[in-house]
């Protein structure tokens, strides 16, 4: 019997202390063989090396000329690499992958066989603890129990995610009697993050460091050549880099007239007019509530008004990320 799935969107206030989120658009890309560290390493941002079977890393694949083709979380998990993510990045960058590893001795491919649940809230914890022997935390944040994974997501609010086969994950779900919302619910987590959510409109668009890479320890500067350093480089130390993620909210009283999609225009209020000011990358819209996730100008004021140009009835503001985007180098 299937999980029973709520497919509404709950205002953040509405939704309940803890709960689960079913990731049906969650993948991963895997990597094995004897040289997919090595591999991996000279592709991707973050220091794979450093990456062993208890640790998560954050990190972005790129194109030669540094434009980030996905972002994604590295675990280690039965002896493979596992780059998670949407699967709306996963074709591009698995081919792009795929084209360079024949060099290798390395398997590159798609998981087709893994499901994938999140778990948030306040007794998140406390009931996986009743399910299994160990919980992982901030210290060790990827804990492997029999044939589950559990990953741990520091922030704001505590995150878990549940990886396995489809009817060992169901099977966690159903007994931890908790309501499963649709996949949906996770954007709004994701935004509240701050943790960069691209579709396939937003692919090959930006450089790591305006998704707030570097602010989520997810570029090493330390580990030596990778596809496209060069420019995360220069943007890093030639101070080149003008945009960044951020999060934008709104209050609504009525439904939106258009679906938000990612590409949409934002602009910012300058005196009497409007200019615009960066282009949206994922939404979650609720029955009186909007949030957005967005890059713009990385100088922009806290006080600024936003609105959407397709929809400018409707006003936005900045809300306040987990991290900061003012660290040293």
Known sequence: MPVE???????????????????????????????????????????????DNNSLSHGAHCDAKGKVLSVFRLINRSGAHLLLQPTSSIALSLAALQKFGVFAKVNIEQTTHLSFFALVGEQASTLLQQTFNSVPDSLTPVIQSDSTTLVYLAGKQDRYLIIDEKDVAVKTIEALNLPVYHQTLWQLTEIQ?????????SLEQYVPQMLNLQAINGISFTKGCYLGQETVARMQYLGKNKRALFSLSATIETNLNNKLVAGDIIEKQLGENWRKAGDVLASYVADSQINIQAVLANDVDSSTVFRLKAQPEIIFYLTELPYSLNQED
């Open 193 to 201: 993050e701050g943790f960069p959510i691209l579709a396939e409109q």
């Open 5 to 51: 799935i709520i497919s509404s969107t709950p205002n953040s206030s509405e939704l309940p202390a803890t709960y689960a989120i079913s990731l049906d658009n969650f993948s991963a890309i895997s990597l094995t063989g004897e040289e997919q560290s090595k591999y991996l390493q000279g592709q991707v941002t973050c220091d794979v090396n450093a990456a």
